[in-house]
């Protein structure tokens, strides 16, 4: 089947197909190397509502328009273990521990969000502007 498959493509078929796997490598490589967070950071409509860092084990219960939702900090990720939105979305995000990383329960107004890591003489924006 693959066989029949490759003679049914063309060369610029092929390509596509190479450029694809090629930018979904450096994409996974580019995400490896971010360097590991220090602080987690929760958001609720803009508001700052809990900071932690990530080397202290701890949970943390936050409220929201739908109800409370559960933020666990543990080995040095933190994840959504218990939400009232109807999806589950942001548990089923898995863990966050990396520069950048973000969680998001929208139903209920909430992000997390991991910072810190970053190198002291790196700027804390990603484009500057004109």
């Known amino acids: 089947m693959i066989s029949a498959l490759w003679v049914r493509t063309t060369v610029l078929d092929r390509l596509v197909v190479v450029l694809l796997l090629v930018w979904v490598v450096a994409s996974v490589l580019w995400a490896a190397q971010r360097p590991a967070g ?3 950071v929760v958001e609720r409509d803009g508001q ?11 949970s943390a219960r936050l409220s929201g328009p739908l109800g409370e ?12 273990i218990s939400s009232p939105c109807p999806t589950k979305v942001c548990m ?3 863990p966050a521990s990396r520069y950048g990383d ?3 329960c929208v ?4 992000i997390v969000r991991i910072e810190g890591g970053r190198q002291e003489d790196t700027p804390p ?5 004109r």
Not at 48 to 56: D, G, M, N, Q, R
Not at 69 to 80: H, L, S, Y
Not at 107 to 110: A, E, I, Q, V
């Open 38 to 40: 220090a602080h987690v």
């Open 48 to 58: 700052v509502v809990f900071s932690a860092p990530l080397s202290e084990p701890r």
């Open 69 to 80: 939702t559960v933020v666990e900090i543990e080995d040095g990720r933190a994840r959504v």
């Open 92 to 94: 089923g995000m898995g």
């Open 102 to 104: 973000l969680l998001a």
């Open 107 to 110: 139903p209920n107004h909430l």
């Open 125 to 129: 924006y990603d484009l500057l502007s």
